[in-house]
């Protein structure tokens, strides 16, 4: 049987590789000509596969792995020296490529087996059950399908009921690190042999990436190998999982991983599974290394938002990616491509994001999308700097994360928008201490450019959010400002446009 392992399939522990007997590995690059994609991201993928294939062929697989720029150009030179042959794949998330890879192979006389993707916790099956008894009103909720998938599992449960008496611990965890607090050391990694040639690769063939390409000596965070991602994982497990929990949200000037796991792009690739994954994680807390709090905040992000998010895409696709219930429309700010701003929270995030290819949830959520969204950003282009931008994005998880979430584009998932004033990010950082505009400030000079939008943002968009769930409380301000405050508002909001179209914020 010839398996066909997709890049983002990286993995030995499940689907049908273990009962291969050849593999077919392709490495298409023209998919990275489509957009800017991250030089960390390209790296990144490239160098996990290589490391792949000669990992299967050092354990005796036979595997052929061909380098070209489409996969129709590598299918016509596979069927060319095996013709007929029967394919096997693990379904990709992403919507619509199962049937493409499959309408590829039979053009070419082959035939292609489509079967469950086992790099998921859950199955279609299982969510399309539960959805069928829980949607309301076609908005899925995420904590009622959480404390589903806990039930199932047995995931933290003790005899039918929660670990410790609560589903969630978010209580505890809204703090922000004291002054004196020493985040722990990232994980880098050496980069060898494979991972410096696919560097230069990358260098050479990709020359107008969006990003910052590590020098060929310097460790990078991001896993390559099965080997690195189990020593990640049992880094996060030593290191910073005890703090997960509490400072989840924070968001700290310099300091861009604080307590996270920075397992996405190694879970999104294969390297691990989000099963094993989250056994480790409660194992730490059963041998008491790790408090139930962090505990619990993280699984939710692994079996809750993850393969919630995995999930409402495949079910919502191909209006997802098109939603827009808001009608916003304009163009992202030159500051997500240059990170120059005077917006001490946004220039930090979009920095980080170039560097690395990475920003933590609340930077991706309440800075960067919120930001957007205030501003009246097309979420379909926003969909598209998220997806080249970062090392974990693939279209399955970024989708539902920026169209769904992040702008409020449709209610499919969450019934208000994730939409702050500079408040938030004030409580949440220490970023506006050290920013030239005042974050007390709505209106007027230097106020900060989230308060004007924010209020500006409730109005615009009334008659859509005034009825929508839980921004009672948000529209009992709206309704208590006078007409000079609005007059003030519209001012501040309108410039802060201006200065943001022209890249000066
Ligand atoms: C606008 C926006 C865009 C995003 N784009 C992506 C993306 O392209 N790829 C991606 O993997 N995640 C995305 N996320 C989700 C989340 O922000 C990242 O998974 C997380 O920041 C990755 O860093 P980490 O591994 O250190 O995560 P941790 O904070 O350590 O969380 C643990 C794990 O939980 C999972 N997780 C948590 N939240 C989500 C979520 N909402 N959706 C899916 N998985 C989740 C990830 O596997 C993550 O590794 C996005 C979120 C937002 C708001
Ligand atoms: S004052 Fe406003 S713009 Fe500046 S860091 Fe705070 S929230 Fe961001």
Redesign the pocket.
């Known amino acids: 049987m010839t398996v066909w392992v997709l890049g983002d399939q990286l993995s030995t522990n499940c689907g049908p590789i273990e009962h291969a007997d050849h593999v077919l590995m392709i490495e298409a690059h023209a998919f990275g000509d489509r957009h800017r994609y991250h030089p960390q991201k390209l790296l990144t993928v490239f160098a996990a596969m290589r490391s792949f294939r000669d990992r299967l062929r050092e354990s005796d697989y036979e595997v052929t792995y061909l380098r070209a720029e489409t996969f129709g150009a590598a299918l016509d030179r596979y069927f060319e020296a095996s013709p007929g042959d029967d394919l096997v794949i693990m379904e990709p998330p992403s919507h619509g490529a199962g049937d493409r890879l499959e309408a590829m192979v039979e053009a070419r006389g082959g035939t292609l087996t489509r079967v469950e993707n086992e790099l998921f916790l859950t199955t279609p099956a299982e969510f399309d059950a539960w959805a069928g008894k829980h949607t309301d009103d076609r908005t899925y909720r995420q904590e009622n399908w959480y404390r589903h998938v806990r039930r199932e599992t047995g995931i933290l449960m003790d005899d039918g009921e929660p670990i410790g008496g609560e589903w969630n611990y978010d209580d505890e965890n809204r703090e922000t690190p004291p002054k004196d607090w020493e985040p722990p050391a990232v994980l880098r990694f050496e980069q060898d042999e494979t991972t410096r040639e696919v560097r230069s690769f990358v260098a050479d063939r990709y020359p107008d990436a969006w990003g910052r390409l590590p020098d060929p000596d310097e460790p990078i965070p991001w896993p390559v190998t099965r080997e690195q991602a189990l020593e990640a994982l049992e880094w ?1 497990i030593d290191t910073r999982l005890g703090e ?1 929990g509490p400072y ?1 949200d924070a968001m700290v000037t310099d300091e861009w ?1 604080l307590s ?6 190694a ?2 690739l294969g390297l691990l599974t ?1 099963m094993e994954v989250v056994d480790r994680v409660e194992a730490a807390y059963h041998t008491g290394d790790a408090p139930l709090n962090s505990v619990e905040g ?1 699984i939710r ?2 079996i809750g ?2 393969e919630f ?1 995995r999930h409402v895409y495949r079910r919502s696709m191909p209006e997802l990616a098109a939603a827009n219930q808001l009608e916003q429309s304009r163009e992202l700010p030159p500051a997500y491509w240059t990170g120059e701003t005077d917006m001490q929270c946004l220039s930090e995030a979009v920095g980080g994001v170039y560097d690395r290819g ?4 609340i930077e ?2 309440m800075v ?2 919120n930001f957007a969204l205030l501003y009246g950003v097309d979420p379909a282009e926003l969909n598209e700097w ?2 080249l931008g ?1 090392v ?3 279209h399955w ?2 989708t ?3 169209i769904g ?2 702008s409020f584009a449709t209610d499919v998932l969450s019934s208000k928008p994730y939409a702050s004033s500079g408040n938030y990010i004030n409580r949440m950082s220490d970023h506006c201490k050290s920013c030239p505009y005042a974050v007390s400030k709505t209106t007027g000079e230097n106020a900060c450019p989230f308060n004007a939008l924010y209020w500006d943002f409730l109005k615009e968009n009334e008659a859509t959010l005034r009825g929508t769930g839980r921004m009672g409380l948000m529209y009992s301000h709206v309704d208590n400002k006078s007409d000079e405050e609005w007059d003030a508002i519209r001012d501040r909001a309108d410039w802060v446009r201006q200065l943001t179209v022209r890249g000066e914020l």
Do not use: C, E, K
């Not at 996270?260 to 792009?265: A, E, G, I, V």
């Open positions: 996060f997960f989840q991983a996270h796991s920075l397992l996405s792009s879970i999104n989000p993280f992000q692994v938002w993850r998010m990475y920003a933590h949830h991706r959520l960067l999308s998220f997806h970062f974990d994005a693939y998880v970024t539902p994360n920026v979430m992040g």
